[in-house]
């Protein structure tokens, strides 16, 4: 568990980024506000990927081209329930992806693929730092 600030936040998150394989799937866990989409964008810049990504809420996933193939960034937050997760046709996002970047997680329940790397991301009583845990 470590405490950050935002530009470490995406200091860390370009690195990570520039040192994933391909195949690699992302989750990410913690509050509204914590710093979720913060780290997934400067990851995505780390893959490659040159247009600006967005918190992807509204549409449940987002596709961007990253250097070595398309970077999916899911948001699993507005799912009712997670049987709806299974309409997020995972087997061709994982087949056609090179990474997955995948907020709210725990929405998808058994339909969520094995992660590589799991993060949480906290507020902390300094406004300006964010406490980021990696399992």
Not at 20 to 48: D, H, M, N, Q, W
Not at 67 to 72: A, E, L, N, S, Y
């Amino acid at each position: 568990m470590t405490q950050v600030t935002e530009s470490q936040l995406r200091n860390r998150g370009e690195a990570l980024g520039r040192s994933l394989p391909p195949g690699s799937i992302l989750l990410f866990r913690g509050e509204v506000g914590a710093g979720k989409t913060t780290f997934i964008k400067a990851i995505a810049t780390g893959l490659g990927v040159d247009s600006a990504t967005a918190s992807p809420t509204f549409a449940l996933v987002h596709r961007y081209q990253g250097r070595r193939g398309p970077v999916f960034h899911i948001d699993c937050y507005r799912l009712g329930e997670p049987d709806e997760a299974r309409d997020l046709d995972w087997e061709g996002l994982l087949r056609d992806g090179d990474v997955l970047l995948i907020e709210w997680p725990d929405r998808a329940g058994p339909w969520l693929p094995q992660a590589t790397h799991q993060f949480g991301l906290s507020h902390v009583d300094d406004p300006d730092l964010r406490r980021l845990e990696e399992s």
